[in-house]
């Protein structure tokens, strides 16, 4: 199951956690950010979060759109068939 972590308005789920210096050659250097983003694509993810330890490969969570129905598109043969089978 993946969890669910937001970050301001958005909400994102978390696909993996590594640890920053996964990314550096040793433990006193700044992690290779092209290696992340290697990493991020590998994953399939769309977003990357990191805290103080981790980078969080994350997939963004979209808000719903309310799809609207043209309702005179709809094939109503079939429910008036059924009416007179009933009656």
């Known amino acids: 199951m993946k969890s669910i972590?937001?970050?301001?308005?958005?909400a994102y789920y978390v696909v993996a956690q590594k640890p920053i210096q996964h990314f550096a050659k040793t433990?006193?250097?700044?992690?290779?950010?092209?290696?992340v983003q290697m990493y991020m694509k590998w994953l399939k993810c769309d977003h990357v979060l990191n805290n103080q330890t981790h980078f969080m490969f994350c997939e963004t969570i979209h808000d719903a759109e309310i799809v609207e129905d043209d309702i005179s598109d709809w094939d109503v043969t079939l429910m008036d068939g059924l009416e007179d089978e009933n009656n």
């Open 27 to 35: 433990f006193s250097e700044q992690p290779n950010m092209e290696y």
């Open 5 to 10: 972590y937001r970050h301001g308005d958005a």
